[in-house]
C-alpha cells in the first residue's frame, strides 16, 4: 500500500517537473527564435545599406535562398502558440488528475493594463480576480488569481472552485474565464 502510494507520489512529481521544464523549454525557444528573426534583419538590413559593394549584393543575391528563408522562418511563429496550447492541455489533464478542487472566496478585482499596446484595451476587457483560500488543517491563507474576459465580474465575498495540488496549494490552474454565457 505504502509502495503504490509513493509510486503515485513520484508520478506526480514527474508530470509537474515536466510542465515546468516544457514551458522553461518553450520560452528559451522563443527566445532563440527571436534573436534568430533579428540576425535574419540585421542581414537584411546590411545587404540593403550596402547593396552598392560586393558582399552587400551577395546577401540580396539569388545565391542566399531567400524566397525559401524568409517565409519558412516566419511560418515557424506557428510552432509557439501551438506548443503552448499542448502544454496547457497536458497541465489540464494533470490537474484534473491530481488536484483538488476547493472554493476560494472573491476578494478583490483588478483592471489589466496593455501597457504596450493601449490600442488593445479599447478592444479586449480582461481582469483579474484576486481569490483567497484558507487552508482548513494548517489555517495558512493562499491567494490566486484567475483572468476574467469580457462579461460581468463576480461580487465580493462570491465563491469560485479552484483545482490546487492539495501538497503545495499554491500551485493552481490559472484557467481564464472566457465565456461570456456563464454569469456569476
Known amino acids: 500500500m505504502q509502495e503504490q502510494s509513493n509510486l503515485l507520489q513520484d508520478e506526480k512529481h514527474r508530470g509537474r517537473t515536466t510542465t515546468h521544464m516544457l514551458y522553461q523549454l518553450i520560452k528559451w525557444c522563443l527566445g532563440v527564435y527571436i534573436g534568430y528573426i533579428c540576425l535574419l534583419g540585421l542581414i537584411l538590413l ?18 542566399v535562398p531567400w524566397k525559401l528563408i524568409l517565409p519558412i522562418s516566419l511560418l515557424v ?4 502558440p501551438v506548443a503552448d496550447t499542448f502544454i496547457q492541455s497536458k497541465e489540464e489533464s494533470w490537474f484534473l488528475r491530481y488536484g ?5 472566496k472573491v476578494v478583490g478585482t483588478e483592471q489589466v ?6 490600442i488593445l484595451s479599447r478592444f479586449f476587457t480582461e481582469q483579474r480576480l484576486q481569490l483567497e483560500w484558507q487552508h482548513p488543517e494548517n489555517g495558512q ?9 469580457e462579461q460581468r465580474m463576480p461580487h465580493w465575498g462570491t465563491n469560485l472552485p479552484i483545482l490546487i495540488d492539495y501538497d503545495d496549494p499554491s500551485y493552481y490552474w490559472k484557467a481564464d474565464v472566457k465565456d461570456p454565457s456563464l454569469r456569476f
Request: aromatic share 16%; net charge positive.
Open 113 to 118: 493594463q496593455f501597457r504596450r499596446l493601449s
Open 141 to 149: 491563507t493562499y491567494h490566486y488569481t484567475l483572468r476574467v474576459r
Open 46 to 63: 546590411t545587404g540593403l545599406i550596402f547593396d552598392r559593394s560586393t558582399w552587400g549584393a551577395f546577401l540580396l543575391s539569388a545565391a
Open 100 to 104: 483538488t478542487q476547493i472554493i476560494a
Open 77 to 80: 511563429i506557428i510552432i509557439f
